[in-house]
């Protein structure tokens, strides 16, 4: 879980960084996007490394989920019997308890997001049009609803880390008592800077700023 | 006070079980929660019926045998408090009380309240424990240890066993209990020589008996009476990455 969910942020941070191009414009956007199919070039063939990048992924992917499952199911043959009063939660953190199900939520999103931008199936502009033209068609102000349902996504992938990142340093055996403070502070700045990089472009997009 | 109580029945391993209600007149709020159950046990042999029934021994909070679910919270509403330390103060006239038995499949009823614990035990004798002689207490200073890692070990030593991480945790999982001990016994001197080998057995076993899997909510830690550190679980997955790396 700590693993796999550590190749899965850091991918998630170069991403951030990725889309944050949109802002320098649209050549520069559309180059970028050129160029993570051309790296590595000519050392090894076309797309080479953006297709190592993405089986990488689909296993983290896999097995994160995977593991999760697994936990979910070991969790309910260990109880059996529920309480009849309603569990009263001691730690009050809701990112914890939003891990399994923003967790469906975020690969339903994910599935969402490769039709849309990746195969361009569900996009306004269809597949053959530009990276930068497909995100301005898709955070236009009149499709307000995939701009919300983008902004909620990235919100509970926020929660998600906000749990994630801090349980993966517990579960490395990073965790102790004069720590945690720093510990919880670096989860929560990592998972902020995420949702604000990545809502920043839907937004500006819907507000006109970028066009 | 006058006060309802819902308590779990169940007259042994194989009965389904039900929650029953129970009123209460003239509770003090001088009792201790156990003492409170007394009162309730008394007139219920009194008019023929059978009693509940609940673990408890020391009643001083030390033996780690009482083990009530009081409103969904193990040992109740006081933190690092044992049910039978808990005082019917913190309750008011009227309140309605939901009384259940710690709920996990490595914990099955017995009866009523009392759940079969042995389960622990196993654990402990997977590896709790050093195998070095140590015969009577030896000279305090005659085996250095850093002040830190004695504190921290014997903060770790408090546990009493109870099983309220358990109970509270929502995987059912027991990973409180046991790195209690690998933190108690991997900070000693003592301990060393069978570190990497106690881990791996006693998460074994652990995982053997049907507790859940930990993941790091933090719930356990939160009803411990006795305030075991949730550090205690980081440095049991430290030795335990550290023995699947040595095996390998």
């Given at each position: 879980m700590a693993v796999t969910g550590a190749i899965l942020v850091l991918y998630l941070i170069a991403h951030m960084i990725g889309n944050l191009k949109v802002f320098l414009g649209r050549d520069d956007f559309n180059h970028y996007a050129h160029w993570l199919r051309t790296m590595g070039e000519p050392a090894v063939p076309y797309r080479t490394v953006l297709t190592i990048i993405e089986i990488v992924l689909t296993v983290a992917v896999i097995l994160h989920m995977w593991s999760a499952v697994s936990l979910a199911r070991r969790a309910r043959r260990a109880r059996?019997?529920?309480?009849?009063?309603?569990?009263?939660?001691?730690?009050?953190?809701?990112?914890?308890?939003?891990?399994?199900?923003?967790?469906?939520?975020?690969?339903l999103f994910v599935i969402w997001h490769l039709l849309d931008l990746t195969f361009g199936a569900v996009n306004p502009k269809g597949g053959d049009a530009q990276p930068y033209d497909k995100i301005v068609a898709d955070f236009a102000p009149s499709h307000w609803y995939i701009t919300l349902f983008y902004i909620v996504a990235v919100v509970l992938v926020g929660f998600h880390l906000r749990h994630g990142?801090?349980?993966?340093?517990?579960?490395?055996?990073?965790?102790?008592?004069?720590?945690y403070r720093g510990l919880r502070l670096l989860a929560?700045?990592?998972?902020?800077?995420?949702?604000?990089?990545?809502?920043?472009?839907?937004?500006?997009?819907?507000i006109g700023v970028v066009s | 006070m006058k006060l309802t109580l819902k308590i779990w029945r169940q007259k042994n391993a194989d009965d389904p079980g039900r929650m029953v209600p129970y009123e209460l007149d003239d509770v003090s709020p001088d009792m201790s929660f156990l003492e409170m159950l007394d009162v309730l046990n008394e007139r219920l042999i009194v008019e023929g019926e059978?009693?509940?029934?609940?673990?408890?021994?020391?009643?001083?909070?030390?033996?780690?045998?009482?083990?009530?679910v009081i409103d969904g919270t193990p040992h109740g509403p006081q933190q690092a408090t044992t049910t039978c330390q808990l005082h019917m103060r913190h309750f008011k006239d009227g309140d309605?009380?939901?009384?259940?038995?710690?709920?996990?499949?490595a914990f099955p009823v017995i009866k009523d309240l009392v759940v079969d614990r042995s389960a622990f035990d196993r654990i402990i004798q997977a590896g709790g424990y050093v195998s070095a002689p140590t015969g009577s207490a030896p000279e305090a200073a005659s085996i250095p240890v850093p002040q830190a890692d004695a504190h921290a070990a014997f903060d770790a030593a408090t546990c009493i066993g109870c099983g309220a991480c358990v109970a509270a945790c929502p995987n059912a999982s027991a990973m409180l209990f046991?790195?209690?001990?690998?933190?108690?016994?991997?900070?000693?001197?003592?301990?060393?020589?069978?570190?990497?080998g106690r881990v791996t057995a006693m998460v074994a076993q652990m995982d053997a008996e049907g507790f859940g899997g930990c993941t790091n909510t933090g719930e356990c830690t939160a009803v411990c009476p006795k305030g075991i550190p949730f550090e205690t679980i980081s440095r049991l997955n430290a030795d335990l990455l550290k023995a699947t790396r040595k095996a390998s």
């Amino acid at each position: 879980m700590a693993v796999t969910g550590a190749i899965l942020v850091l991918y998630l941070i170069a991403h951030m960084i990725g889309n944050l191009k949109v802002f320098l414009g649209r050549d520069d956007f559309n180059h970028y996007a050129h160029w993570l199919r051309t790296m590595g070039e000519p050392a090894v063939p076309y797309r080479t490394v953006l297709t190592i990048i993405e089986i990488v992924l689909t296993v983290a992917v896999i097995l994160h989920m995977w593991s999760a499952v697994s936990l979910a199911r070991r969790a309910r043959r260990a109880r059996p019997v529920r309480y009849a009063a309603r569990p009263t939660t001691q730690e009050h953190r809701y990112a914890t308890h939003v891990m399994r199900y923003g967790g469906v939520v975020i690969l339903l999103f994910v599935i969402w997001h490769l039709l849309d931008l990746t195969f361009g199936a569900v996009n306004p502009k269809g597949g053959d049009a530009q990276p930068y033209d497909k995100i301005v068609a898709d955070f236009a102000p009149s499709h307000w609803y995939i701009t919300l349902f983008y902004i909620v996504a990235v919100v509970l992938v926020g929660f998600h880390l906000r749990h994630g990142l801090w349980s993966a340093f517990q579960t490395l055996g990073w965790g102790r008592q004069n720590r945690y403070r720093g510990l919880r502070l670096l989860a929560d700045t990592v998972a902020a800077v995420i949702v604000l990089g990545f809502v920043s472009v839907p937004v500006l997009v819907t507000i006109g700023v970028v066009s | 006070m006058k006060l309802t109580l819902k308590i779990w029945r169940q007259k042994n391993a194989d009965d389904p079980g039900r929650m029953v209600p129970y009123e209460l007149d003239d509770v003090s709020p001088d009792m201790s929660f156990l003492e409170m159950l007394d009162v309730l046990n008394e007139r219920l042999i009194v008019e023929g019926e059978d009693p509940v029934a609940f673990d408890h021994d020391c009643r001083e909070g030390i033996c780690g045998m009482c083990s009530l679910v009081i409103d969904g919270t193990p040992h109740g509403p006081q933190q690092a408090t044992t049910t039978c330390q808990l005082h019917m103060r913190h309750f008011k006239d009227g309140d309605v009380i939901t009384i259940e038995p710690w709920r996990a499949a490595a914990f099955p009823v017995i009866k009523d309240l009392v759940v079969d614990r042995s389960a622990f035990d196993r654990i402990i004798q997977a590896g709790g424990y050093v195998s070095a002689p140590t015969g009577s207490a030896p000279e305090a200073a005659s085996i250095p240890v850093p002040q830190a890692d004695a504190h921290a070990a014997f903060d770790a030593a408090t546990c009493i066993g109870c099983g309220a991480c358990v109970a509270a945790c929502p995987n059912a999982s027991a990973m409180l209990f046991t790195a209690a001990k690998i933190t108690h016994l991997g900070l000693m001197p003592q301990g060393q020589p069978e570190r990497y080998g106690r881990v791996t057995a006693m998460v074994a076993q652990m995982d053997a008996e049907g507790f859940g899997g930990c993941t790091n909510t933090g719930e356990c830690t939160a009803v411990c009476p006795k305030g075991i550190p949730f550090e205690t679980i980081s440095r049991l997955n430290a030795d335990l990455l550290k023995a699947t790396r040595k095996a390998s």
